[in-house]
């Protein structure tokens, strides 16, 4: 499996344990999309520095890694999945 795919599998995992961790929906994607943020612009810094890949071809992955989830979570909050409880 790739390491995108991986990545893209830890963002939405994320997504599902904060969901159900924390009762205010729109509270929860606030915190996913911060944290992820961060997840994505540290995957892109090990990519760059330390994998040798050059700064425009990891920020295309970088997008796809941070966008894919997030708008996932904002779907799911704009939509009304609301976590249980």
């Known amino acids: 499996m790739s390491h995108t795919a991986v990545m893209l599998f830890a963002g939405i995992a994320l997504l599902v344990?904060?969901?159900?961790?924390?009762?205010?929906?729109?509270?929860?994607?606030?915190?996913?999309l911060w944290l992820w943020l961060a997840v994505a612009?540290?995957?892109l810094l090990v990519g760059v520095l330390h994998a040798g890949y050059g700064w425009l071809e990891e920020a295309g992955i970088a997008l796809i890694v941070f966008g894919v989830p997030a708008a996932i979570a904002i779907?799911?909050?704009?939509f009304g999945a609301s976590s249980p409880g």
Request: proline letters at 0%; glycine letters at 4%; charged letters at 30%.
């Open 17 to 32: 344990a904060l969901r159900l961790l924390v009762r205010d929906a729109a509270r929860a994607t606030r915190i996913f």
């Open 41 to 43: 612009i540290g995957n």
């Open 75 to 78: 779907a799911a909050r704009r």
